[in-house]
Each structure stands twice: as C-alpha cells, then as structure tokens.
C-alpha cells in the first residue's frame, strides 16, 4: 500500500498568513476564524473542510490556474477562486453545489482527456493529486473524443535523479513557482500559450543543461508524475518512513526516509523540519546512493604491517587486536603516546565516546577534531567575544535582516538550503554585501545584486575589518548606548581608539586589500545604518593564519554597531559539515571537556571524575598537527581515528602520511577504504547516518534526531564499536541506545541539561542552550547580556600571513567547494552526484592564462612551496587576475599537497585558503625538477635542449599542430622560471622577437612521432 500523507505533513494548501487581526467567516455553514490574509481555501480546510484543487500547495504562494477550488460567495458574482481569494470578516461561502460539482467535473474533464490513462502502471499511483482529485470530484467518465493531445511527448531522462513526463503535465505551475519561490534559481517557464503551454527548463533544453541545481523543489512539488524521482520508478511507492537528518552540511536539513521493504525509495524534506522548511538541495535529497555502494567495507580487517595486505577477521578479534596494540604502544612508549581523531561527520553521542575513551580509557587528553581544520578559531573567537562558541542566532533570523554581510562563505554551494532563505530574504528587499576574493554566485544571481563586492586578495580579511570598522567608529556610526550597557567600555575605548588610527584607514588598507576605499566606506556605512545587519561567513574567515583575529574582528564589528542579541542581526559561523558545531560542543578538542569549559578547571573535572570514576588528567593533550609532529619526534605511536579522513583532508599531505607511517598502531573506523586506511593497521567498519541512531547538532545550535532507517551493513553502529573498544581496553562503558548516552552528555554539560530524546521527539529539534533556563532551548542567544558578561572588544591588529608570493610564486591559490560535492568526495563521488563534478578544475583569470599560454581544459601543473599537483584550467572572470581557486573534493587532485604550514595563531586551523603558486601548462612529470631556479639567465641552446627533451613527452599530442603549440607553450614557461618578471611581460605582449625565438626553437626540434591512440586529456 502506498504511504499517504502523515497528518504531520498536512497540506494546508496556501501560506500561513500572520495577519495582526482574526477574521471570521462562514463556511458551509460553519463559522471559521483565520488571521488577516488567509486564503478561503485554507480556511475551509483549518475547519475540515476539504475543497478540490490542484495548483494549491502551502509552500507555494497561490496561483489559480487549475479552477478546481471554485467556490460561491454570498453577494459575489461567479466562482471565485478559493485559493486566491483572501477571508473578509462576515464572508458567507459556500464549498459545495450541484454547480461548483459540474463545473470541477468538467475541469477535471479536460484534465483527464489529455492524460495517459495508464493510473495502474504509473509510478505515483496511489500518490497522485490528479487520480485522488478525479475521484473527489467523482469523474466517471471522459466525454470527449481523442483530439490533439500531449500524450506523445517525449520523455526528459537527462537528469540523474528525476525525469520529466511532459505527457503528464497538467501545467500546474507549481514547479516553476517552487524553483522561484523556494528554489531562487528560476531554471523552469512556461513557454507558449492555452493548449500549447509546456514546461520548460532554459531554452528549451534538457534539465541536464538548463540552470537546474536539482535541488528537487519542484519533483516535491508536482502534483502528478510528470516530475518523478527515479528511484521511486525503481522501487515503487514507499511502504513505511522515518524521520531524520541530513548526513552532509551543517544546514541540518530533516528528511522523511520513505523506504519499500528495506530500501530507501526517496528522501522527502521533511515540511516541519524546522532548520529547512520542507526543501533540500542534491545532496540530501538525492545522493544517499553511497551508504549502499560496493565500495563500502563490511568486514573489520586488521594487518600486523601496512605493508601487508588486509585480512577479514571477526568483531571481536579486531577489537581486541586494536586493545592489545594500544596497550602495547602505552606500556612501550608511555601513556601519552596513543590519541584520537574524531569527525563531524560523527552524531553528538559517537563524539561525546570518543572524547570519553581518550580521556577514561587511554588516560590522557590527546583527542580532537576535524573542526581543527576548519571552525575552530569561530570556537576560540566567539568564546572569547561573547562567552559562547556558537552562531548568535537561529536561520529564521535572516528573515528579519535588513543587510547581510557575507564574508568568505559560498553560501550557495556550501549551505545550499539555508542560502535558498536568504535569498528569499533578498528578493524581499533585504541589502546584500559580500566580501569575498572570487565572485561567488550569490553576488549575482536572478533578482538579487549584491550593493557592494567587497574582492578582497586572500589573506586580507583582518584589514578589511579593521578598515569598517574605522569607517563605523570615525563617523560616529557605533552604538554608545548598547555598547554602554552591554560591554567592556575599557576594552571598547582601547578598540576605537585602535581602529581610528591611520593605518586602519580605508585608503591605506585599500593597498593592502585591492578594495577601493570608497566601497569600503559605503559598505560600512550600510552595515553600520541598517535596524539590523547580520553577519554570515565560512572557511574564508577562519582557515587563515589570522582566522581567529578575524572572528574577533567581525566580533567588534556586530558589537559596535549593536547588531547582536535579537532577530535579524548577529554573528552566524555557516558551519561545513553535519555535526562541526556538535563535534566541537562535545568535547572532543584535547583543552576541553563537552560545554567548552577548560580540562584545568578542577571543579569541572571533578564532575566528570566522579561520573567516570577515573582521575582525568588536567593538561590539554596533543593537537592533531601536534600528533603528527610528535609522531614523526617518535613519542606519538597510536592513533583512532573515527570517520575523518586525516590522510586527505589535513594540510601537507606528504607530512601527514610520514606521521601516519611512523606509527605503530593506525586504527581506521569508517565506512570506506579511505586514504588514512592505508596506513591502518586495524580497520573498524564504521556505520552511515541511514544506519544509526544518534544527534546532530547544525550550524545555527539545533540539535535534531538521526534515525537509524536500515540496519548497519557491517552489524554495529559506530557509537557500539567505540564501547567495544573501551571494554576491551579494560574500561566498559555500557549503553543500551545512544539516548542514554545523550542522558550522560546532559547531566555533564550544563548547556545540554535539558536536553533529551523524549523531548527532541516532542519538539522535532531544540537549540541549546537548552536547560532550567531554557527548557525548549534558545533561538537567539546573548539576548540583554552576553553569556560571558560584558561583551569583549579585542585589538585585532593586521598581520600579513607569512605565505606571500614572488616571482617564483606569484599567485596566489585560494579554496573552496561545490554544490554538489561534499568536502573530499568520499560520499557523493560515489554517488551520481559525481558525474556533476567529475574533477577539481583550477580557475584562472584570462589575462593570467594567457601570460602562461593557457587555454580552457589545458592540463596544468600547479606548484607551491610544499609540494605540486596537477588540475585542469577554466578560465574564468570570476578570479581576479593574480588569485587562482580549485575545489579538494577529489584525492587525485591532491590540492592539501600544495597547502604551506602556516596556521592560525590560536587554534592551529590550517590557512588553507592562501597558498601561493605558480601555474603553468603541465609538461614532462620530471621536467620541472630539473629546472635550476637560481639562474637568471636562458640560453637559447639550452631552451633548444629543454624543447627536445620534452618533445618526446608530447608525441602524445595528436596533431604535430598541436604538439608544437604545446612545447611553444612549455618553453614559455622554462622562460618565465628563469628568467626576469619582464621577460615574462614581454612574452605576453607578444613580443616578435622572443615569439620567433621560440618558434625556432621548436622548429629545432626533431620531428615528433605521432600515436593517435594516445589520449591527449591525460598528456
Ligand atoms: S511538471 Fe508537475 S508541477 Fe510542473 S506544471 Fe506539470 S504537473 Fe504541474
Ligand atoms: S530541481 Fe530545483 S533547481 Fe532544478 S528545476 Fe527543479 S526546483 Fe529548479
Ligand atoms: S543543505 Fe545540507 S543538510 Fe540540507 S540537504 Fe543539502 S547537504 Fe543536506
Ligand atoms: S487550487 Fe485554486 S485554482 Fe488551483
């Protein structure tokens, strides 16, 4: 049977209205009150009332085109429209008569003799708003005879996850208003008229080309199955759901798990799901594929010697294989020498164990995070700002924003969801400022146009805000009364009478930043004028050497301006991955216990002693690049790490691997063959989020229930392994289901106190703080007082990062992600999801590609200090000359081998976002190691040499054509290493005589041999 609607789904088929007033009405008879502005047919409904219609949904707004909601009014001439027509106070309507009943039954008539009447075979069958409206309206029979018709329309496959039957349509619109109105992309029309109106996405194209983001919005929109997800075609029509939570950002978005038998058929946003209203983007809705794919590791393994190959064992003796080399590796070189890594990736309760194991089991505090690398200093800042190292507000906040800055995030590719608010908020008027060194898509985008784009150069932010806040402080834009009553007015006065200097002054930051000082003054001034301004930023603000100066700078800002403690304003961190807040809030960084207070503090520790019945020790342990550097010392021998793939995702990859390879014991718990599992001696099968049950915790605090929705492949949930482990080491940690960890986690950490599973399921999600104070939990935070007191303005004295560029590397690489990949790839690139970004390309400016002899798809290799790698070049405006970007969401691309050492002051959060570089056409894989950097002089002997040794490497080239162009290109490169910056220029003008110096060059060479069979894409 199929699944019907739950009553928590119900379609109240117009938006609430939140009118001031009540109105009421009759209906049928019935005296009904709404607010202002309802519509009538969601009136009727409220009063169980069920009117026919089709084109009606409540997440959309009404559009009253398919006349099937017809109603009489008392003193109204003809049918109004129930869905378009507001209430008015002593409104009489009337739902039902034989006249209402004709003319809905003529409608559906015409609906129905242009539809394919093949109800039994059709994959929504028992799911479709057409076949239950044809028996509401009690359609018998279709009178007319087969004319023109639809039927034969072909079928749109193109896109991975959903097909379109224009045979189907019934022209509702109410996908085109969800991609609009939901969505924001606008990739669907109608295009032509009456009979002839069809849906279209683009110009008439597939929807695998069109401006699609498959989001999903309209497939959940249709009424019919016209817009279809495939699996459903596949599987059929659900059996039973259960309600859970996004595996992948930190947006947190819920889903219904439908499931046929023990498959997932679909996941539908869930419409209460309070952190995303019933929308998704690709990768919840549809790229789940991976918790099911081949790759997955189902049986633990353990080797005594990476060297080894693997070998399948039982639970327990990968257990207490992992135990006895980690008791082994403490008896042998000391307590301290074993540690753990945990993920966000990992639910509240997994990281809450692990953190627990390291400190009860192994003795000591050598645990963190993956937030190391990438929001930890949003921990260090706001904590040291505010009192809390958490966003100040909920998502729905941004509905109140007037302006919103955006500072380095990607909002639309990385928080997809939470950007589809607010560009929401944006077409309704509100103000958009972006800072950010590349044009990000939410800086232009259909009906939204950001005021101001700040394009600063990477590594620049702090100057920037020091220079805002200049403008703000010097024009008298601050707010003395908030900051009178709510903050350090020492630390204020210290902190205005620093940014008014000078050198914080837009004209000379304008040098350092590339920002002209007008639009750093006419942005501040926006900001600092709004009633509210809010603050959202990403990676771009903390994966710098100065990310945590920067979270306090934007501190001082919101401060300063009064922009903190209600809707509408505030500092909102966007958050990477599922649980980044969660991992961080449960203590899994080695200073602190969950809640964020210090491991020093005795009174503290005495609670979690008495707890854990153990003496936790009270120094901080080792940080995860102090592990690998320890490692690599010899004093760091044994590592768990649970779902982070350290090998990958942490800087330096070649460093990582050293450190990972000098260790004696390497356990890998996750649910692939990752690339840290090479260096694994014991591998753990860990479980998905479609098999556990457990917490999230996302980006604006929200914790939100995982539910376990099929049983784990490899027969243990992470959270069971963790306990395994600990009793196998000697200290059992006994649960019976993750709640009762959750209980543990509550009655620890006073933030969480009010937190349990009982009231998660009553409520759907609580934001902590969430205690006696707050018992459902705390939207907005540091509402009349800051959580540490007084707010704290801090000095946030720019320093330029270490990492600079020369003519060796002379541009700089920044880093970011894409919609539909997830950090590095190793969930949707086994999804179709991977067929949407099949490589990590590199942006180039034109200008900067055609210095080099670049052109679009060319390989290239990309060199830093640290290492080099190789990517395919676009060239793009979007990079400003002098900035290059990539994605990392593929191993091969090998992007954290070019990353530099530098880290954040604070935190040591890796400044993954400015490595300089330099770029040129790839060439013989050996060919640049052999270049002599020191020389300042070429000769045309030795460019002839050089030209001949890489002919060979380019016989690969199809064309002789071609292959010229490709060593012509090479021995531009050889020129621009060795010799002078204007040599460089010169060739780029296009100078004659070096261009023909080059071409004799290559003439000079032998002929090169040609193999067609070569693939000239991997040259
Ligand atoms: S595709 Fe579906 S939602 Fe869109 S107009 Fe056709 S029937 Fe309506
Ligand atoms: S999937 Fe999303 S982006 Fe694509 S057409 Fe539908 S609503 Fe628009
Ligand atoms: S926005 Fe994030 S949480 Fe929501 S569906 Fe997409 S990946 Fe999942
Ligand atoms: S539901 Fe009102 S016109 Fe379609």
Same mark, same amino acid.
């Given at each position: ?8 789904? +119900? ?87 034989? /006249?209402?009943?004709?003319?809905? +039954? ?215 294989? /992992? ?21 966000? +990736? ?258 503290? +520790? ?266 395919? /070049? ?88 071609? /292959? ?56």
């Amino acid at each position: 049977m199929a699944l019907m609607r739950s009553r928590a789904d +119900r379609d109240f088929l117009t938006p609430l209205r939140d009118g001031a007033n009540t109105v009421s009405l009759e209906i049928d008879g019935r005296v009904v009150s709404v607010p202002d502005g309802t519509s009538v047919i969601r009136a009727a409904d409220e009063a169980g009332i069920h009117v026919p219609k089709l084109c009606a949904t409540d997440s959309l707004e009404p559009f009253g085109s398919c006349r099937l909601c017809l109603v009489e009014v008392e003193g109204q001439r003809g049918y109004p429209a129930s869905c378009t027509t507001p209430v008015r106070a002593g409104m009489k309507v009337r739902t039902e008569s034989p /006249a209402l009943a004709r003319l809905r +039954r003529g409608v559906m008539e015409l609906y129905i003799s242009d539809h394919p009447l093949d109800c039994l075979t059709c994959s929504a069958n028992g799911n479709c708003e057409l076949q239950d409206m044809a028996g509401a309206v009690g359609l018998r029979e279709v009178r007319y005879q087969p004319g023109a018709n639809h039927l034969h329309a072909e079928k749109d496959q193109s896109n991975p996850y959903f097909t379109f039957d224009p045979s189907k349509c019934i022209v509702c619109s109410r996908c085109v208003r969800a991609c609009e109105e939901i969505q924001g992309t606008y990739a669907l029309t109608i295009d032509g008229r009456g009979f002839s109106s069809v849906i279209s996405p683009g110009q008439n194209e597939p929807f695998s080309t069109s401006e699609c983001v498959s989001c999903g919005a309209c497939v959940q929109a249709c009424p019919t199955a016209t817009l279809m997800e495939k699996s459903v075609i596949e599987l059929g029509q659900a059996e039973h759901s259960v309600v859970t939570t996004c595996g992948y950002c930190g947006v947190g978005c819920s889903f219904r798990a439908e499931m046929k038998g023990d498959f997932v058929s679909r996941m539908v946003p869930n419409p209460n799901g309070q952190a995303n209203h019933g929308h998704s983007c690709v990768k919840g809705r549809f790229a789940w594929g991976y918790a099911t794919h081949p790759d997955r590791i189902t049986h633990p393994m353990i080797r005594k010697s990476i060297d080894q190959p693997w070998r399948e064992v039982p639970w327990h003796e990968a257990i207490d294989y /992992a135990a006895s080399e980690l008791k082994r590796v403490q008896e042998k070189h000391g307590r301290g020498a074993v540690g753990a890594i945990t993920s966000s +990736r990992c639910t509240n309760e997994e990281t809450f164990l692990v953190q627990k194991l390291v400190r009860a089991a192994f003795g000591n505090n050598n645990v963190d995070t993956c937030a190391r690398v990438c929001h930890s200093p949003t921990g260090y800042g706001l904590k040291t700002a505010f009192g809390t190292s958490a966003t100040t507000q909920d998502f729905e906040s941004v509905m109140h924003a007037d302006v919103i800055m955006v500072i380095g995030a990607n909002v639309t590719e990385g928080h997809p969801v939470f950007a589809a608010q607010m560009k929401r908020r944006l077409r309704e008027g509100a103000k958009l400022i972006v800072a950010d060194p590349r044009v990000t898509e939410i800086v232009r985008l259909p009906h939204i146009a950001a005021s101001y784009h700040l394009q600063l150069k990477p590594g620049t932010n702090v100057a920037l805000i020091n220079a805002l806040a200049h403008v703000v402080v010097t024009e008298g834009l601050t707010d003395e009364a908030f900051v009178a009553a709510r903050c350090d007015p020492r630390e204020f006065d210290a902190w205005k009478k620093f940014v008014s200097d000078e050198r914080n002054s837009p004209d000379a930051v304008e040098k350092i930043t590339g920002v002209a000082a007008d639009k750093i003054r006419a942005a501040a001034r926006m900001y600092a004028s709004a009633p509210n301004a809010a603050i959202y930023y990403g990676l771009g603000v903390t994966e710098h050497s100065q990310g945590s100066t920067m979270v306090l700078g934007i501190a001082n800002l919101a401060m300063a301006t009064g922009n903190i403690g209600r809707p509408g304003v505030g500092v909102n961190p966007l958050r990477g991955q599922n649980n980044v807040q969660g991992s961080c809030d449960m203590g899994s960084f080695p200073h602190e216990f969950s809640g964020y207070r210090h491991i020093s503090d005795p009174i503290v +520790r005495a609670t979690f002693d008495a707890a854990w019945g153990v003496r936790v020790d009270p120094e901080p342990g080792l940080r995860i690049p102090n592990m690998f550097d320890a490692a690599l010392e010899g004093s760091f021998k044994g590592l768990y790490v649970e779902g982070e793939d350290v090998a990958q995702s942490e800087p330096g990859g070649e460093h990582v691997a050293n450190a990972l390879r000098a260790m004696e014991c390497v356990i890998v718990q996750d649910l692939f063959m990752n690339e840290t599992a090479k260096f694994a001696h014991v591998f753990l099968p860990g479980s998905s989020f479609l098999e556990k049950n457990g917490t999230f915790t996302n980006s604006e605090r929200r914790i939100s229930m995982v539910r376990k929705v099929t049983a784990p492949l490899a027969g243990k949930e992470d959270w069971q392994i963790t306990c395994d482990l600990a009793e196998a080491l000697g200290y059992p940690m006994k649960y019976s289901h993750p709640s009762e960890i959750m209980d543990e986690i509550a009655h620890l950490t006073p933030t969480f106190s009010g937190v349990s599973y009982a009231k998660l399921d009553r409520l759907g999600s609580v934001q902590w703080p969430c205690n006696d104070h707050a018992p459902e939990g705390t939207p907005t935070m540091h509402v009349g007082e800051f959580v540490r007191g007084k707010g704290r303005f801090t000095i946030t004295e720019y320093i330029p990062t270490d990492e600079r560029t020369n003519s060796e590397y002379p541009l700089l690489l920044t880093t970011g992600r894409i919609l539909s990949q997830y950090n590095v790839g190793t969930q949707t690139r086994r999804t179709l999801n991977g067929a949407m970004h099949s490589e990590d390309l590199l942006e180039i400016h034109p200008n900067d590609a055609e210095l080099r002899g670049i052109r679009d798809g060319d390989w290239l290799q990309v060199r830093a200090r640290r290492g080099e790698t190789r990517l395919r /070049a676009l060239l793009t405006e979007r990079v400003q000359p002098g900035i290059v970007y990539t994605t990392f969401h593929h191993p091969e691309s090998r992007t954290n081998d070019l990353m530099s050492e530098h880290s954040d002051w604070a935190t040591n959060c890796p400044e993954y976002k400015v490595t300089a570089v330099q770029v040129m056409p790839h060439g013989s894989p050996a060919g640049k190691s052999e270049i002599d950097h020191e020389s300042e002089t070429a000769d045309i002997d030795h460019l002839v040499m050089m030209a001949n040794d890489i002919g060979a490497y380019f016989a690969a080239y199809p064309t002789h054509e071609e /292959a010229v162009g490709g060593i012509e290109n090479h021995l531009r490169n050889f020129w621009e290493l060795r010799m002078r910056r204007e040599i460089i220029d010169y060739v780029a003008r296009g100078g004659d005589e070096l261009k023909s110096i080059v071409r004799e060059a290559v003439l000079a060479l032998p002929s090169v041999p040609i193999d067609e069979s070569e693939d000239v894409g991997e040259g």
